[in-house]
């Protein structure tokens, strides 16, 4: 099972939007809509962000969105701040062997 | 809200077999509403899937590991565990423990286990 496209490194400076993309086939992203995003800071557990594409947990600031179009899901950072320095996964329920599988990660880095 | 830790030796010799264990509170394994899973993070590289347990004993693990791999559940103590056996340095790495409804949700802190002689 491959893992899903990410740009390795996003930057934007703070107030910015900026957006992560996640590419899959449509055997994951593009056939379902469990697509899911997790923050991770350095030394911490993954926090998930987003949920079936474009939810939000309860507690995370509406600054951060999801959206999906044909294979390709996105996750947007609008008025960008300096917490949000982290690693960025996705996930996807895929088809394949295993029941879901994750993108390789970008580093946001707020300049 | 739920919360998971998990604990186990930080060091395991190659060739000898992984043992950790995941502890739920906050929320019982027996309900039946989630699947509990393995998810592990070598240094500096992505998350990989490891396998996941449901609270009767049934359990789906990833093929690429299969072979090595047992998930267990004991509900009397709210926990669940994980074997890896015949390890080698490839698994180092942090593994976590989580509770899944589809995708995992909720995560446990990571433990970073380190296979070295």
């Known amino acids: 099972q491959s893992a899903l496209t990410q740009p390795a490194s996003v930057s934007g400076s703070p107030g910015q939007s900026i957006t992560i993309s996640c590419t899959g086939t449509?055997?994951?992203?593009?056939?379902?809509?469990?697509v899911s995003w997790y923050q991770q800071h350095p030394g911490k557990a993954p926090k998930l962000m987003i949920y079936?594409?474009?939810n939000r947990p309860s507690g995370v600031p509406d600054r951060f969105s999801g959206s999906k179009s044909g294979n390709t899901a996105s996750l947007t950072i609008s008025g960008l701040q300096a917490e949000d320095e982290a690693d960025y996964y996705c996930s996807s329920y895929t088809s394949s062997s295993t029941p879901y599988v994750f993108g390789t990660g970008t580093k946001v880095t707020v300049l | 809200q739920v919360q998971l830790q998990e604990s186990g030796p930080g060091l395991v010799k190659p060739s000898q077999t992984l043992s950790l264990t995941c502890t739920v509170s906050g929320g019982s394994i027996s309900s039946g509403d989630y699947y509990w899973s393995w998810i592990r993070q070598p240094p500096g590289k992505g998350l990989e899937w490891i396998g996941y347990i449901y609270y009767s004993g049934s359990t789906y693990y990833n093929p690429s590991l299969k072979s090595r791999v047992t998930i267990s559940v004991d509900t009397s103590k709210n926990q669940f565990s994980l074997k890896l056996s015949s390890v080698t340095a490839a698994d180092t790495a942090v593994y976590y423990c989580a509770r899944e409804s589809g995708l995992p949700d909720y995560w446990g802190q990571g433990t970073l286990v380190t296979v070295s002689s």
């Open positions: 449509s055997s994951d992203v593009g056939g379902y809509n469990y």
């Open positions: 079936e594409v474009s």
